[in-house]
């Protein structure tokens, strides 16, 4: 596990020791349960630490700022074997160095089931955090990264597709693309500060579903989000796997989470990267409108689903 250079102590002691040049500390903190959120039949020790972490550094940087710790809480059955840890540790290890960020400590303790609680920090580095609450009508709403995918991943393991046509089949390359996307996300890591920089008003990540997700920052800003269906272009795996499992494609664009996309608003005048594409604008009144998708069609419930 290697410290990076805002790490001033690292593991070892009661509490490890984070930098934080900006004078503040960017928090948050996600619990992933197995059978839950992961599957051991499904995704390796290795994956399960990419997600985890994943989705943990995704959070940070959809508020501005750039990972510099983790700390993981794991609780394992008393049969776990030391190489499914050394495994989980090295998928943690590998996301954290995509951002500069270290694992600077953490705790263990025996339980029924694989649970993983992990605490990532952040550093602003002078900038104004992004908050879900800025957006005002007339800013450009865009995204940033895969839509959909770890959606459609799920659903062909969940429909026991995940090896093609048949039992037995291999995957076609498409198919094992979207697996992976669920086993291990791909949050666009460079894009939130990116986005800060360029004067985004809102920004958050796509954990639940882009239209849930929206939502929230159409709640938080008292404004309301239009999205043009025409500006999303279902990419050629998710059309596969839509004739395959007999689903439509836009659905799992619209409404799958765990993608870990970055979405935010701008003003009207923002020239954006082409590492986002403008999918709508911020409008007066409330919720996301997305044609005949909007009442029915949500996202993740964390209590429901």
Known sequence: MPQGRTVLLGPGDDAALVGA????VVVTTDLLL?????????????????????????????????????????????????????DLADGFRDECDLVGASVVGGDTT???????????????????PVTRSG???????????????????????????????????????????????????????????????????AMLDVSDGLLQDLGHIAEAGGVGVALDL??????????????????DPLDWVLTGGEDHALAATFPGGVRLPPAWTEIGRVTEGEGVEAGDRTSEHRGWDHFRT
Not at 21 to 24: A, E, I, K, V
Not at 121 to 128: A, E, I, P, S
Not at 231 to 237: G, I, N, S
């Open 21 to 24: 040049p900006d004078g503040r």
């Open 34 to 86: 197995e059978n839950r959120h992961f599957r051991l039949d499904w995704s390796s020790a290795y994956d399960i630490g990419r997600k985890a972490a994943a989705q943990n550094l995704a959070d940070v940087v959809a508020m501005g700022a750039v990972p510099t710790g983790v700390v993981v809480g794991l609780g394992l059955p008393a049969t776990t074997a030391a190489r499914w840890l050394d």
């Open 110 to 128: 025996r339980c029924d089931l694989v649970v993983i609680g992990v605490t990532a920090l952040g550093d602003l580095g002078g900038r104004t």
């Open 135 to 201: 957006a005002r009508p007339g800013d450009v709403v865009a995204v940033a990264g895969r839509l959909g995918h770890a959606a459609a991943g799920l659903a062909l393991l969940q429909a026991g597709r995940a090896g093609g046509a048949g039992p037995g089949d291999p995957a076609p390359a498409e198919l094992e693309t979207l697996v992976d996307a669920h086993r291990r996300p791909r949050p666009p890591y460079p894009c939130g500060v990116q986005a800060a920089e360029l004067g985004a008003t």
């Open 230 to 247: 025409s500006a999303f272009t279902v990419p050629e795996e998710l059309e596969t796997a839509a004739r395959l499992l007999g689903a």
